[in-house]
């Protein structure tokens, strides 16, 4: 007579992969189970609790089984789904692209509060990845025009991708480019902003497993971790208009050098702002005297 093969109820399940996901060391056991057995049944997670003695079907438990097994690699969830959120929308994300961070939505936030911001823009996106600072952007911005820059064809196909799908197609153009290699020399922007590569060398080898399935490209940022800022700051003011905006993430204790490369580079006002933890993650800058100095000032207000 033939065993009869256990059944897989949704809390069995979970509980065994939280377990099994322990002893792999990932780090968010129980919510990346919960994530990943959402996108199998294609439901949200409060499905999993109101229905957690439901049975899953065979081709449910087989993909489910394929998700962990390329978790417990340490290939982040969001390269196992192809996508992320940020702000309020979800963008598409794959192996070409740097994971969107919590942290990106405060640089975009503050942005968007800018009144000077307002009106017919035009801003460029320097190392765009997926899209998510210029789209964002573009959405919270409905008469500016955006240009999203990445070295990567990939990673610039999927920018396009995501603004299509998110309503900003008609205004968001991409280019493949080392930074300003194939802008053209009179083309002038209200705002540049950047989330570039800011992690020094040294550091990229210590950083979790899933980091560093991330685009190396999109880590690295040279020595020091300013390499970019640099060669974004050596022409910035090329294709900046006389009343403009320069706007950076940054790394963790990277706000004096980066506000000091700003003025060096002659934007004489260079606010540094922290994130909610505390820590620096922003530069605003622009010239004394321009239409958004005293709305970057008052962001430590």
Not at 8 to 18: E, H, P, S, V
Not at 145 to 170: F, K
Not at 178 to 198: C, E, G, M, R, T
Request: glycine share 6%.
């Amino acid at each position: 007579m033939q065993e009869a093969r256990p059944v897989w109820t949704i809390i069995k399940i979970l509980d065994w992969t939280k377990q099994y996901f322990q002893t792999k060391g990932v780090e968010n056991p129980r919510l990346d189970a919960e994530v990943l057995l959402c996108d199998v049944l294609h439901c949200t997670r409060l499905h999993l609790y109101t229905n957690f003695d439901q049975p899953l079907q065979e081709e449910e438990l087989n993909k489910f089984r394929e998700y962990v097994a390329r978790r417990v690699k340490r290939e982040p969830v969001a390269y196992i789904l192809g996508r992320k959120g940020f702000m309020k929308e979800t963008f598409k994300v794959t192996k070409d692209t740097l994971i969107p961070r919590p942290e990106t939505e405060l640089l975009v936030e503050k942005l968007l509060s800018l009144k000077a911001l307002q009106g017919p823009k035009e801003i460029l996106d320097l190392g765009c990845g997926s899209g998510i600072i210029a789209i964002s952007l573009l959405q919270g911005l409905p008469q500016a025009r955006g240009l999203a820059i990445d070295i990567n064809p990939e990673a610039v196909a999927v920018t396009l991708d995501n603004a299509q799908a998110l309503g900003v197609g008609d205004r968001c153009a991409g280019l493949v480019s080392d930074l300003y290699q194939h802008v053209l020399a009179d083309d002038k922007f209200d705002l540049i902003v950047s989330n570039p590569p800011y992690i020094p060398k040294s550091v990229i080898p210590t950083l979790s497993a899933e980091v560093r399935q991330e685009p190396v490209t999109a880590l690295d940022g040279g020595e020091d971790g300013l390499d970019f800022y640099r060669k974004i700051l050596a022409q910035a003011q090329q294709h900046l208009l006389p009343q403009s905006l320069l706007a950076f993430e940054i790394g963790i204790e990277q706000g004096k050098a980066v506000a000091e490369l700003c003025k060096a580079a002659g934007f004489t006002v260079a606010v540094v702002c922290r994130d909610y933890a505390g820590i620096d993650r922003m530069v605003f800058a622009t010239r004394k005297g321009s239409i958004y100095e005293d709305e970057i000032m008052a962001f430590n207000k």
